[in-house]
């Protein structure tokens, strides 16, 4: 009776226009370009849920993020340059946003939100970095930045994965996209059953590597032009039909007319460019337009904005926050300087004169500390500085293909002005890196994974590790360094809290694995009868001895043959250090341990 009354009186309010606060769902998926919809022009893929929500939204046309997921989520959730948060890096911990940052998800809960997160974080795993300790009520997510990378639960392979729920590792059944859809859904009627307006955050690991997809959605696709691009075509396809039975779902529970709904991606596409990018030159993490702009589609009926219009006025990521706030009546957070701004104005009249002339700034940063310039855009409703040196009218050559820098002096000056001003102010801030916490009260132990060390050797998933060798084509990157090698040690940068013991174990294999360190693994699983990063067959490491660093401390500890990995109780005091971890071979060969886990002793 009371659910009924509830939701007699918000029909009631919406048929005078008072709109009560309005749900929010964002769907941002991953390598998804612009270009990858048929929306958009593609000839090649069949998209007609998106291509429906699109005819029923506000469509912002010059929209940009950055061009790597990392730094696109960091800026998307604080209203703020990734820079600024932490995040500068795809790798390593410079994709930890400080804790002192502001998240979108702090801002709902605040305003009486449930909250709720499924997908890919990629923001930090570890307390108090992960989705679950920044104020999201319910999450279902994976480890690391994609399915089945070395951070994430051993053998995850897109279908029937173990997944963490509110930071607890849960089987699940059924293929990822599917499995976060349906968590959301679960979501929101437990929010319905609360009568609390609900905050989805659903940001998909598809069209992401490895390709992985039910076969029945990569068949259309599996021939002529198609062909090599069926999974990713697939995947996507996937993900059109859970938008479209999600949809479906909001009208069947009469939530549709006060649901803000948005559609987006995290950065140019990673692979649809062969085929199709609506005119626009490059892709994932190139600085050209085909990199960072994107598709955005805001669809709200209550709040007006439920027919095709398109907003040609530059935006970003970093304009999403804030324009949620002054649509949805929320308190702006205390002490937060965003760099984006409201949308709202734009939302409602659509390009305008008034409308103030901007400059933004996009980058990425492969490697630390951030360099100057890389893979930066420095853009204005006209022009794109491309790392300080190249200049485009985007307007009059969008494929941006003659670069006129020596003709307009005085645009790249003042942009590249810009641009000085503002590493000026983030510059600073880079040394700040954001540090695990062991022994904290919060958290008993911690699992420390390769994927987070700064200076390691660069791969990415297990197969890598499987096979001891990058997973780079053609360069086969040699992950054992020989007896001469001089390479330094790989490190976590750690924050010992509290003064004490510690017991800090070493292994070659993660615990799930429960593998000796010096034994290999069998071919995994096929996923759909085909190989998969966990079909790779695991190389044991001839390990005699183990080595702890932490501090000014070295301990060395023997390997017995069968042993999974090596203990060691190390007396540790509060405060910062570096932790490095190897194994040695008789030969005097080392392998970084990829997999560490610590306890603070009783």
């Not at 909250?115 to 999201?136: A, Q």
């Not at 360069?475 to 330094?488: G, K, N, V």
């Amino acid at each position: 009776m009371i659910k009924s009354v509830s939701l007699l009186l918000a029909t009631f309010l919406l048929g005078l226009n008072v709109i009560a606060k309005p749900n929010v769902i964002i769907v941002i998926t991953d390598d998804q370009g612009y270009g990858d919809l048929s929306t958009h022009g593609n000839p090649y893929i069949n998209t007609p849920n998106l291509d429906k929500l699109a005819s029923q939204s506000v469509r912002l046309e010059d929209y940009h993020v950055s061009p790597y997921c990392v730094p696109s989520r960091a800026a998307l959730l604080t209203g703020r340059y990734a820079n600024r948060t932490g995040v500068h890096n795809v790798l390593e911990p410079h994709w930890f946003v400080r804790t002192n940052e502001v998240l979108m998800s702090t801002t709902f809960k605040e305003a009486g939100y449930a909250t709720g997160m499924f997908g890919k974080w990629h923001l930090g795993d570890n307390y108090p970095f992960g989705p679950e300790h920044r104020d999201f009520d319910e999450v279902l997510r994976h480890y690391g930045g994609a399915i089945g990378v070395l951070a994430d639960y051993w053998d995850n392979c897109y279908v029937d994965d173990t997944y963490l729920k509110n930071g607890e590792p849960i089987q699940v059944n059924g293929y990822c996209t599917d499995v976060f859809f349906n968590a959301a859904r679960q979501f929101i009627d437990n929010a319905i059953e609360q009568e609390k307006p609900f905050f989805v955050y659903l940001p998909t690991n598809a069209p992401h590597g490895p390709r992985i997809c039910p076969p029945s959605y990569a068949k259309p696709y599996d021939q002529g032009k198609t062909k090599s691009l069926a999974t990713f075509y697939g995947m996507i396809a996937n993900i059109d039909e859970n938008v479209g039975k999600l949809r479906s779902y909001l009208e069947e529970k009469e939530l549709h007319r006060n649901t803000l709904f948005i559609f987006t991606t995290d950065n140019g596409t990673a692979g649809g460019q062969r085929l199709y990018n609506a005119g626009m030159r490059g892709n994932k993490g190139k600085f050209y337009d085909g990199g960072h702009r994107v598709p955005f589609f805001l669809h709200w009926p209550a709040g007006g904005f439920d027919t095709e219009r398109r907003i040609n006025t530059l935006t970003s990521h970093m304009d999403v926050f804030p324009t949620l706030i002054d649509l949805c009546g929320l308190e702006q957070p205390a002490r937060v300087k965003f760099d984006g701004m409201s949308l709202r104005p734009l939302l409602e009249q659509g390009d305008h004169e008034n409308w103030p002339s901007r400059i933004i700034m996009t980058d990425s940063h492969q490697r630390e500390p951030p360099r100057k310039w890389a893979t930066s855009a420095v853009m204005t409703q006209r022009w794109r500085l491309i790392e300080g040196m190249e200049l485009y009218d985007i307007i009059a050559d969008p494929g941006q293909e003659q670069d006129i820098a020596a003709n307009h002096p005085e645009v790249v000056t003042r942009l590249r002005s810009f641009y000085e001003g503002l590493w000026e102010e983030m510059e600073p801030t880079f040394d700040d890196v954001a540090r695990i916490p062991l022994g904290d009260p919060a958290t008993a132990s911690v699992a420390l994974n390769y994927h987070d060390c700064i200076g390691r050797h660069m791969f990415w998933f297990q197969n890598g590790i499987r096979s001891l060798t990058g997973d780079i084509p053609d360069e086969a990157i040699d992950l054992i360094d020989d007896a001469t090698s001089e390479r330094p040690l790989a490190f976590w940068p750690v924050e010992i809290v509290t003064d004490g013991e510690y017991e800090i174990e070493l292994r070659r294999w993660p615990k799930e694995a429960a593998t000796p360190i010096r034994a290999g693994l069998p071919e995994g699983d096929t996923v759909y009868g085909l190989p998969s990063h966990r079909t790779t067959p695991g190389k044991g490491f001839p390990a005699t001895e183990g080595r702890l660093f932490i501090g000014e401390q070295i301990l060395v500890a023997e390997v017995e043959p069968n042993a999974e990995g090596i203990k060691f109780k190390v007396n540790l005091k509060a405060g910062n250090q570096h932790l490095s971890a190897r194994f040695i071979d008789p030969e005097g060969r080392s392998l970084d341990a990829f997999y560490v886990y610590v306890t603070k002793s009783e």
